[in-house]
T-cell receptor, first 115, second 114 residues
């Protein structure tokens, strides 16, 4: 069965420092991979997605992620964190069906940004 | 702003009652998915509706049911509420047929079961 593991429950980063959030997946075929962000009281916003092609994916708000098949990983990175990036981050794998994909999420990583 | 709205924002029910949550998808989005997000957890897939029929279901019992209407609105119904049903319920819409299509999420309905 497909699954997603986010090993870090909570990460604190200083403003201006770089960020890497880890994500490992278990999926039999080529995965569809996503990163979403959730701010308090908000729904989920898509940061970026990977389906095929270039393994380095650029997203919104300066985020990028790299797909590494050999490590079953899809880690999210940002070179310089802003205080507004404090939120909950979810990695997900998409299970394809007729109407699109059903998303399987990890448990999330809470990002705190210190000044 | 994703163009997906949900109502109500918050809801309190007692164990054994029934509840209906509503979602309004983006115009033109013929697929809606529902997710349950318990506190401190990631969202879990409940089911998906495509052209007003259930298209896939996660590991949820039959007391979770749904409806999708031609006007891009949909409902999630939960019967015989249990305490563990307390969660944030999210709906997401997309255009079917494109596997790369993005699912756009609403802000969610917070359900508390007492």
């Amino acid at each position: 069965a497909q699954s997603v593991t986010q090993p870090d429950i909570h990460i604190t980063v200083s403003e201006g420092a770089s960020l890497e959030l880890r994500c490992n997946y278990s999926y039999g075929a080529t995965p569809y991979l996503f990163w979403y962000v959730q701010s308090p009281g908000q729904g989920l916003q898509l940061l970026l997605k990977y389906f095929s092609g270039d393994t380095l994916v650029q997203g919104i708000k300066g985020f990028e992620a790299e797909f590494k098949r050999s490590q079953s990983s899809f880690n999210l990175r940002k070179p310089s964190v802003h205080w507004s990036d404090a939120a909950e981050y979810f990695c997900a794998v998409g299970e394809a069906n007729q109407a699109g994909t059903a998303l399987i999420f990890g448990k999330g990583t809470t990002l705190s940004v210190s000044s | 702003e994703t163009g997906v709205t949900q109502s109500p924002t918050h809801l309190i029910k007692t164990r054994g009652q029934q509840v209906t949550l509503r979602c309004s998808s983006q115009s033109g989005h013929n697929t809606v998915s529902w997710y349950q997000q318990a506190l401190g957890q990631g969202p879990q897939f409940i089911f998906q509706y495509y052209r007003e029929e259930e298209n896939g279901r996660g590991n949820f019992p039959p007391r979770f049911s749904g409806l999708q209407f031609p006007n891009y609105s949909s409902e999630l119904n939960v019967n015989a509420l249990e305490l563990d049903d307390s969660a944030l319920y999210l709906c997401a819409s997309n255009i079917a047929g494109a596997l790369t299509d993005t699912q756009y999420f609403g802000p969610g309905t917070r359900l508390t079961v007492l």
